[in-house]
Nanobody
């Protein structure tokens, strides 16, 4: 049974940092493309970062480029999203997703097969 579980969310002050984790079981994460999405209240789910398994290339939405970093630890079958310089606009539920194929458009929800339940990130002073 495949499970994808996010953790690491919480409350952080503006300008602060968080690292989200995405622990996978029932699949071999290094054979999957990984995506991070977020959904803020009243907004559609936004694809913000993606990491390809075949060539190691990453993609970032303009809204997070230069501040967020996606990575994976194959030994622990876990992916990460390091988030720096957080602003209130980054507050959302963050989701990890994986795809056992090469994702063409990282920002598209339909490209990914397995999803976690989400972790809440709140940015407030």
């Amino acid at each position: 049974q495949v499970q994808v579980v996010e953790s690491g969310g919480g409350l952080v002050q503006p300008g602060g940092s968080l690292r989200l984790s995405c622990a996978a079981s029932g699949l071999t994460l290094d054979r999957h493309d990984i995506g991070w999405f977020r959904r803020a209240p009243g907004k559609p789910r936004e694809g913000i970062a993606c990491l390809h398994s075949t060539n190691g290339r990453s993609y970032y939405a303009d809204s997070v480029k230069g501040r967020f970093t996606i990575s994976r630890d194959n030994a622990n079958n876990t992916a990460y999203l390091q988030m720096n310089s957080l602003t209130p606009d980054d507050a959302a539920v963050y989701y990890c997703a994986t795809a056992p194929w090469t994702v063409i458009t990282c920002s598209e929800v339909y490209e990914f097969k397995y999803w976690g339940q989400g972790t809440q990130v709140t940015v407030s002073s």
